[in-house]
Each structure stands twice: as structure tokens, then as C-alpha cells.
């Protein structure tokens, strides 16, 4: 498979602070890669280099095998969905479409056809005459990658551009927005802070921070298997423990966490008796009062608080040691006796837990 | 185009270069008037004769600096006056119009708020004689019928005051009514449910509220008073505020004393812009 | 909340005092004053001569119409000056030097009129500072007399009312989020064409409030068509003058303010229409 965009050792320095540090990815083609990172990590200077709106300091960007650097945003083969969609209040919605083709030199009566085509495809016919404030959020959010697509780029840029919608409208744009990615096949490069519209949407998900990739994986890559600390805290909710390592066999190690909590867990790493670990575990992977104890690491909690959110319920507890723990509630019926100040027991299994060396 | 868009270097460049050329074209007049203060020659022109402060403090025979110069200085004294009472009668009733059109509702409302803007689209030189006139209407109308005589009605010091606080008002309103529609509502009826008054509130609460924007708009009222010359040309009387006086002495040939007092004048209301560009960014 | 009868007349009383008295009366007084004349006996009758007068006589509706035309050119050349000045300042400098650059783009404005004049007189005139040095650098022989003429009046109504388009169209330009002007570039548009669709259809509200206050200030200025304007270029603010101080025809005089009152409040109403805006939203 071919790539739409190879990112090669790409750096960006403003001044003597390094936003983008050494950034090497591929996307294939027609694929949904999402970059993923706290507010400040150098996304946005990396998808604005990629634009053309920044220069790298160094490294090299090439877009279906052409070298872009030096090239000005209007002549790369990309277009930007900007973070508050910068939508043309002074022209209506045809005429934001049609502004891209107008450039070209496109007729008017071509220019008319594909407008309308465009309208259609992102389940807005009709809508050509209405002015940009007459729009709402999800209206405004497919008139702004419209008015993208209709230039057909090779790649389709997204700069957080669900950011300014509430909750429910987020949540129904991520599903819309993979649909129109998977219907129209261009390749689309999405940044965002947001875990969950990473993984919802995404192929492939890089995960910054800091100017770097931390990692660069599958939505379950990450979750299941993050490569390093920040991803396994920033992708997700996890509980974490710090303890060090009493004996390591292959392929598992035995914890001593420092409240006094013995754990057998699975040890990817080869880690020397006696060092340092942070260890993370999954709030599902906690299960309530597991009827086969064998091989789970055991124990017994008080229930704080019963935090409901429907399918996402949890409960807030707290070892004897008042060590907070996040457990998964399921939504069964079967946990409904459970109420706060309750004691009860739970296990995990060696498998889900996630252990890395602590930094000195 | 823009900092984040590509731009050539001749584009670049020649911005640089016209704004460079504009600033000149801004500043100019002002540096030389400044710099031909300080010319020993008893014209304001080049060449340069050398340094001299003559023309502010020369005593005569042959030259009378600014210092000495009673005409002069009489005007400026006569201008601090007429600014002085035209910023405090402006504030006074320009605060008490924001209150009027941001707080209160009465009928005519609209209208009258037009009348209030009307100021601002008439020019200064009809304001002049308008005032001009029905001060000569309302004085012949006292004599008449009184057979009172008010020095009030001839054009005069007061005459001058009262036809610039007729717009410079509107200034006034329009900046402190900005500021009070920044008001939070709450403070005002968190004071009066723990038990103050309509009027106590004012001004205990939205008076406090308010004073950087009141005296910015004094320091406004000031400059625009102590500046005036369109609306003043009409009104005024035996003693010529200071851009009357520059006026008289510029049309008629000019000696390098009025360099002096424009210097004075530019340093001095710059002083005072600056003053209030602080002071009003340090309320904010 | 039931608001105090008190706090309102507090606010009211002071306010429409000014409205009537200061605003509405005299310039009623105006316009009747305008239809007054005498009689072959010298008795005070109502009359229409003094607006026949105006129609008939050449030298008052061609100095109108002359007026008015220069204004509007007046305020065109402001608007083509002030739209990279401020464009610069908003969109290309640096945010630090944004301030700096304002407050220098303010000064020279908070200076009295007379003395930005003077300064250009200065430097202009026959003996001026520009005169000397071109006679220095042998460009020129004999000295040309730079003053006086239409060309340097419209400069110096130009240079007077800058400020009061370019602070407008910085505000406005601020406003223009850098993104749209991002997207129009990588949507493929080139600098004209960002310039016609975007930026100037943005700033409109800008263009127009400025626009409006720089045709006011030139077509009411004084100060600079008679120091600076020729012989020949005289300006109607000037026919009112000669008519009400050297003739004493205080009824020509009304009749020629008014109609310079409604020339300028008839460009003001359609353009506000033409933008489709309110009084209120360009005054604030």
C-alpha cells in the first residue's frame, strides 16, 4: 500500500523551544491517522507544517511522493478543516464551497454541479443559499470539510474542528465524520486532545506529547499495549500503583506495591529484582467479587461512592491503606446490592496489568 | 500576506518602507515646529543659527519669549479655565446621560439617545452658530421683557464653556456608558438586599465601578476643550483661548514664540495622553 | 425591582436641560433665523431669499458642491492610506510593537489642530524647511511655493482626519480571525483576491464609521482650508464665517449652516443605509 504522506525527522524550533521534536510517520493512503496529545504537545505546529503555514526547522514532508518543502500552502495538494472552521461569514454556504473552484478557474455551471454533488454527500442538499449563521455546530462543522473536499486533495487536514461542539453533537460527529471519511476515501490527517474521538475514528493513532511520538499504533494497540507511561495514562483511565519488583520470572514479575499489596503481573520488559515500577490497571479489568479466584490477585476494598453514568458506572473505592481504586460497575443487575461503605472483594488477572520501570 | 502566510521579501520590504513613510509623513510637521523653537532666528525657518532658548525666555527688547509674552500666556490660563469647567460640567451630566440611556426606561427613550448622538454628525462650526444665535435670541428676549442684561448671552468665557460641554457630553457619555454596560447587575442587587439604597448603591457600588472611566473621560474632555477651535471661533468673547490666539498669530505672520508654545502644547497633551492610556489600561 | 422615581429625575433633569437647551432650541433657532430677512423699510419679515440667494448666486453653490466633492475625495484618500497602515498594525506586526505602534499613531493627534497645521505651513511654505533642503541638494533652483493650493489643502484634511479612520479599521481588522484569511489562501486564493472577498467585505462596518467621521471633519474643518487652502479654494465653513463675522448677515449665514447641516447629516443617513447600520453602533 501506498503513502499519502511520509513525515520524515521532522523538527520545529521557535526560538530555544523545540514544538515539534524529530517526528518521523507514514499515512497510507485512504486511511484515518489521528494525532493524539495534551494541549501544547506541538500537534498543531506539526499539522500547520504539514499545511504549509510553518516551515520546518529541519526534516522532510512529502505528500504522495513529492517533496512540499518550500512549497506555499495554496499549491500543496492538502487542505485544512481549521480549528474554528474559519467558514466565510460574508459569502453563504454555496459560495464558501464553490470559493476553492472559483480559484481554479472552474466554469460556473461545473462549479454549480459539484457544489450541489458536494452538498449532497455531506447530507446538505438544498443548503447552497443559506448564510453560515443561519447553520448549526454539525452543519457548520460538513460545510467546512466540504468546502475542502470539493478540491479533491490528496489529504484532508482536521485541526480539533469537533472542539467547539457540546457533547451529544461530538458525539454524533465522530460517527459522521468516519462515515464520510470511509465513503469518500481521502485520506484524513485529525488532530485532536480528545482520547475517545482518537480511537473512535482513527486507523492509526499517533500519540505526542512533548514534541514526540510517543507511540504510533492501532486504537487497540494503545489501549491494550501502550509502550510507555504517558500513553497508558493519557489513553484511557487506568489506577496506578508504585512498588518494586521481588522476583521476575520469564514472562511474569511479583510486585511489592509500597502499602504492602503482593502482585503477580505479566512483565514484558526484563526488570532486575528489586527495581522500581509503576504499575497500571484498566478500571474494567478490576472485577467485582470474582466467584474463580485462581490466579487473580485478590483483595478486599470499601466502596466510597457509586459514580453512575449509565453504561460507564463505576465505583470509587479505597484499599485499607486509602489507596483509590476506579472499578468498572457492570450495568447487570447483578452489583445493584452494593451500596457506599460496603467492603467487598476484588481480582484482576495477571494479564491486564501493565507495568513499567520508574523513572530515577 | 499575513505573519503565518508566505510573503516575498519585496513584499515585505516595501510594507516596511511605507510604513516607515507614513510615520514621517505623520510626524514631521510635529518635529520640525518642535525643533525651529530652539532656532536663534527671528523667523521659524531654516537655516540653523544655532541653539538658543530666547524664545521662551527673552525679555525684549528685540525679542520676547513665551515667558514674558502676557498675550500668550493669558490665553493658555484662559484655555486651562474654559477646559477646566467644560470637563467638569461634561462629566457631571455625561454620567448622569449613561445612567439615564443604560439604566433607566421611559418613553421617548430612542429618541432622545438619537438626540444625544446628534453632536457627533453636526458639524462644529454650525454648533457654533446655532449657540451663537439663540444666546442673542434668549438675551434680546431678557432685555425685552426683563429688561435684564446677562453678560452670559454675548459671546464670552461662559458662552465658550457652554458650546463645548454641548458636545463634548456626547464623548463623555459614550465612554462611561461602555464601561457601565460592563457592569455586573448582581453587585448592585446584592447591595440593595442587604439593605441600601437606590441612590446609596450608586454611589457606594457604580460610582467606584465607574471611576476609570470617568477620569478618562475628563482626561478626554480636557484635551478635546483645551484643543477646540471650530465651535469656540463663534463664541468667543475679550479673552481668546489659546488655539484662537495661535490662530490670530499664524494667520498674520508668525514669529518663533509660537513654536515655543506648540512645543509646550505637544509635550504637554502627549504628557497627558499618555497619562490617561495608562491609567485607563491599568483599570481594565 | 421598583426603581427609584428619585434616581431617574436625578439622571433625567440635567440631561434634557442639555438636549433642549443646548441642542434642540439653537438649532430651531437656526432654521427660522434662516427664513428671516427684512424688508425694503428694514422691517423683520419671513422670506425664502435667503436660499433663493444661495441657488442664484454662483460663488455660494459652487463653493457648496466644491466642498462636498473635495470632502468626499478627502475621504478617499484617507481610506486608501489608512487600509495598509492598519493592516499592518493589526495583521503583520508583532504584538508588542502593536502597541507602541498605536500610541505613536495617536500622538500626533491629541495635539491641537492649529499646531499640526502650523507645522506643515512651516515646512512647506516658500521659506520652509522642505524648500531649503531641496534647495541644498540642487533639486530645485528658486523656491516654489508649496502652500496654498488644493492639492496640499486635501493633504492636510487628509492628514488631519487620518486618525479617525485608521482606529476604526485596526479595531475592525483585529476582529478578522487570521484563519479565514488561512483557509482563503489554501482554498488557492492569491493576495487580491483575499483582499476583495475577505478582508474588505469584513472591515465594511470599519470603512464605514470612518469614512462617515472623516467626511464630517473635512466638511466642517475651518482651520485647514483657510490656512492652507489658496486664495481660490475657499470652503464653505468659510462663507459662513465671512457671513456671519465680517458681514454680519446673521440670516444668510443660518440659511448656509443649514444647509451644510443637512448636506452632512443626507451622506451621513445614506451611508449608513448603503451598509445597512445604525447611528448607535458607529458611534460606539
Given at each position: 500500500m501506498s503513502n499519502d504522506l511520509s513525515v520524515r525527522n521532522m523538527v520545529k524550533k521557535f526560538d530555544d523551544f523545540?514544538?515539534?521534536?524529530?517526528v518521523t510517520f507514514d499515512v497510507p493512503k485512504g486511511s484515518f491517522f489521528s494525532i493524539l496529545g495534551p494541549s501544547g504537545c506541538g500537534k498543531t505546529t506539526l499539522l500547520r507544517m504539514i499545511a504549509g503555514f510553518e516551515e520546518p526547522t529541519s526534516g522532510a514532508i512529502e505528500i504522495r511522493g513529492k517533496d512540499m518543502l518550500g512549497v506555499p500552502p495554496n499549491h500543496r495538494p492538502v487542505n485544512l478543516v481549521f480549528q474554528h472552521l474559519a467558514l466565510f461569514p460574508m459569502m453563504n454556504v454555496e459560495e464558501n464551497i464553490a470559493f476553492g473552484l472559483k480559484r481554479r478557474g472552474v466554469k460556473g455551471p461545473e462549479i454549480r454541479k459539484q457544489t450541489d454533488t458536494m452538498l449532497e454527500r455531506v447530507g446538505l442538499p438544498g443548503f447552497g443559499g443559506k448564510q453560515i449563521n443561519q447553520l448549526s455546530g454539525g452543519q457548520k462543522q460538513r460545510v467546512a470539510i466540504a468546502r475542502c473536499l470539493v478540491l479533491e486533495p490528496s489529504v484532508l487536514l482536521l485541526d480539533e474542528p469537533l472542539g467547539a461542539l457540546d457533547l451529544k453533537l461530538r458525539e454524533q460527529m465522530k460517527i459522521e465524520l468516519k462515515k464520510l471519511q470511509t465513503k469518500i476515501g481521502t485520506t484524513f490527517i485529525y488532530i485532536t486532545h480528545d482520547q475517545s474521538e482518537a480511537l473512535v475514528m482513527s486507523d492509526h493513532v499517533a500519540v505526542m506529547n512533548n514534541g514526540q511520538f510517543e507511540q504510533i499504533g492501532t486504537p487497540q494497540e494503545l489501549y491494550g499495549k501502550p509502550k510507555t507511561p504517558f500513553v497508558a495514562q493519557f489513553v484511557g483511565d487506568n489506577n496506578q500503583w508504585s512498588g518494586n519488583v521481588t522476583q521476575s520470572n520469564p514472562g511474569e514479575i511479583i510486585i511489592a506495591t509500597d502499602d504492602g499489596y503482593s502482585f503477580r503481573t505479566k512483565g514484558d520488559a526484563p526488570c532486575a529484582d528489586g527495581c522500581r515500577v509503576n504499575l497500571y490497571l484498566r478500571p474494567e479489568a478490576i472485577r467485582i467479587e470474582p466467584r474463580q479466584t485462581e490466579g487473580l490477585n485478590v483483595f478486599d476494598v470499601q466502596v466510597k461512592s457509586i459514580l453512575f453514568d449509565g453504561a460507564n458506572s463505576r465505583l470509587l473505592t479505597t484499599t485499607k491503606e486509602e489507596h483509590e481504586l476506579i472499578v468498572t460497575l457492570p450495568q447487570t443487575r447483578k452489583f445493584d446490592h452494593i451500596k457506599p461503605g460496603d467492603t467487598i472483594s476484588v481480582g484482576w488477572h495477571p494479564e491486564s496489568g501493565i507495568c513499567f520501570e520508574a523513572e530515577a | 500576506m499575513i505573519r503565518s502566510l508566505p510573503r516575498s521579501k519585496t513584499y515585505n520590504w516595501s510594507f516596511n518602507l511605507f510604513i516607515l513613510l507614513y510615520f514621517t509623513f505623520l510626524f514631521a510637521p510635529l518635529v520640525v515646529t518642535c525643533v525651529l523653537a530652539f532656532n536663534d532666528s527671528n523667523f521659524p525657518s531654516l537655516p540653523w543659527q544655532g541653539f538658543s532658548l530666547d524664545w521662551f525666555i527673552a525679555d525684549g527688547p528685540d525679542r520676547i519669549g513665551l515667558f514674558h509674552d502676557d498675550q500668550n500666556l493669558r490665553s493658555i490660563v484662559t484655555s486651562f479655565q474654559t477646559a477646566f469647567f467644560v470637563s467638569i460640567l461634561s462629566v457631571i451630566v455625561g454620567t448622569c446621560a449613561s445612567f439615564l440611556f443604560e439604566k433607566e426606561e421611559f418613553r421617548f427613550k430612542g429618541f432622545l439617545y438619537f438626540l444625544m448622538l446628534a453632536p457627533l454628525v453636526i458639524p462644529g462650526v454650525i454648533l457654533g452658530i446655532s449657540l451663537l444665535l439663540a444666546a442673542n435670541t434668549a438675551g434680546t428676549f431678557f432685555e425685552d421683557v426683563f429688561g435684564l442684561d446677562f453678560d452670559l448671552f454675548r459671546p464670552s468665557f461662559w458662552l465658550v464653556v457652554l458650546g463645548q460641554f454641548s458636545f463634548i457630553s456626547t464623548f463623555v457619555t459614550l465612554v462611561v456608558s461602555a464601561r457601565l454596560r460592563k457592569f455586573d447587575h448582581s453587585l448592585e442587587e446584592a447591595a440593595l438586599n442587604l439593605g441600601a439604597t437606590q441612590l446609596g448603591v450608586i454611589w457606594h457600588i457604580t460610582l467606584k465601578f465607574l471611576r476609570p472611566a470617568i477620569v478618562g473621560a475628563a482626561a478626554v474632555a480636557f484635551l478635546m476643550s483645551f484643543e477646540n477651535f471650530n465651535t469656540t471661533l463663534f463664541l468667543v468673547g475679550s479673552e481668546p483661548t489659546l488655539p484662537i490666539n495661535l490662530y490670530l498669530q499664524v494667520r498674520d505672520g508668525s514669529t518663533p514664540v509660537i513654536n515655543a508654545v506648540s512645543l509646550l502644547l505637544i509635550v504637554g497633551t502627549s504628557l497627558m495622553a499618555l497619562a490617561n492610556l495608562y491609567f485607563t489600561k491599568k483599570g481594565d | 425591582m421598583n426603581r427609584s422615581r428619585l434616581a431617574f429625575w436625578i439622571f433625567f433633569a440635567p440631561v434634557i436641560m442639555w438636549l433642549v437647551l443646548l441642542i434642540v432650541l439653537p438649532h430651531l433657532d437656526l432654521l427660522t433665523m434662516s427664513f428671516r430677512g427684512e424688508n425694503d423699510y428694514g422691517d423683520p419679515i419671513w422670506t425664502f431669499e435667503n436660499y433663493t440667494n444661495f441657488f442664484t448666486e454662483p460663488v455660494y453653490w459652487l463653493t457648496f458642491v466644491r466642498t462636498a466633492l473635495y470632502a468626499i475625495i478627502t475621504t478617499f484618500i484617507t481610506f486608501l492610506l489608512a487600509m495598509p497602515v492598519s493592516f499592518f498594525i493589526a495583521k503583520l506586526a508583532r504584538t508588542r510593537a502593536q502597541g507602541a505602534l498605536m500610541i505613536l499613531l495617536l500622538l500626533p493627534f491629541w495635539v491641537s489642530e492649529l499646531v499640526r497645521i502650523y507645522g506643515w505651513m512651516i515646512l512647506l511654505r516658500e521659506s520652509g524647511v522642505l524648500n531649503f533642503f531641496m534647495l541644498k541638494l540642487g533639486i530645485i533652483d528658486t523656491p516654489i511655493e508649496m502652500l496654498y493650493n488644493d492639492a496640499t489643502m486635501i493633504m492636510g484634511l487628509v492628514y488631519t482626519s487620518m486618525l479617525f479612520m485608521v482606529v476604526p479599521l485596526v479595531s475592525v481588522m483585529d476582529s478578522l480571525d487570521d484563519s479565514l484569511i488561512e483557509a482563503a489562501h489554501d482554498l488557492g486564493a492569491g493576495h487580491l483576491t483575499i483582499w476583495r472577498t475577505i478582508i474588505i467585505p469584513h472591515c465594511k462596518p470599519g470603512i464605514t464609521s470612518g469614512s462617515i467621521v472623516v467626511f464630517m471633519l473635512a466638511l466642517g474643518n475651518y482651520l485647514t482650508p483657510n490656512l492652507m487652502g489658496g486664495k481660490n479654494s475657499l470652503w464653505f465653513t468659510e462663507q459662513i464665517y465671512n457671513q456671519f463675522i465680517a458681514s454680519f448677515n446673521w440670516n444668510q449665514g443660518s440659511a448656509f449652516g443649514f444647509l451644510l447641516l443637512l448636506l452632512s447629516s443626507l451622506i451621513i443617513w445614506v451611508g449608513l443605509k448603503l451598509t445597512r447600520q445604525k447611528l448607535g453602533e458607529v458611534a460606539s
Open positions: 523545540t514544538a515539534v521534536d524529530n | - | -
